[in-house]
């Protein structure tokens, strides 16, 4: 019965000429179904929160150390594809992308608190690679070129000092 139904029905349209655009529906309705399989975590995930949350507090750990993503699934008893799908269910953005996320914001804190070391030694300390692109990242991702941060920082680490040692109020201004 539901077979003629739907016959009835195709028959039906294509006397309408409508049967181009049920097949557009049709086809674009499968390429989505290629999307659902992304919406559910793969058999036998864990909790997406968990997974991230022992992921961060790994990436808090070892974020000095080279850190490779399959290394880290392990690491956690769970697979690449749970992993993924955590991250990118419950953050976002790759478990790659949460490690640099992590690392620059680790290299942000450094600058602020110990504006006098070099740029090259607070980026090695955090696990980033090389200086020139780790600069455009932190741009990118802060909204201030590196250098100028870095120099901000110093000018108020030394403010800071000056205040410390000059408590009177006329003496609060920097010479310029």
Known sequence: MASELASE???????????????????????RSNDLPSLLPPFGCGSPIQIV?????????????PIA?????????????CLDFSFERIRGMTPAQALQDHRLNRLFTSLTEQ?????????RACGLGQTV??????EH?????????????????????????HPEAAALVLPT
């Open 9 to 31: 029905i195709a028959s039906t349209m294509s006397e309408m000429g409508l049967a181009s655009e049920l097949m557009q529906v049709g086809n674009a309705l499968l390429e």
């Open 53 to 65: 949350a022992a992921a961060l507090q790994y990436f808090g750990l070892h974020f000095p150390d």
């Open 69 to 81: 993503i399959p290394q880290l699934a392990l690491e956690l008893h769970t697979s690449m594809d």
């Open 115 to 123: 504006p006098r070391q070099g740029l090259a030694e607070a980026i």
């Open 133 to 138: 692109g780790v600069q455009d990242l932190f």
């Open 141 to 165: 991702t802060f909204g201030i070129a590196m250098p100028l941060f870095l120099l901000t920082c110093r000018r108020a680490a030394d403010d800071r000092l000056f205040r410390r040692d």
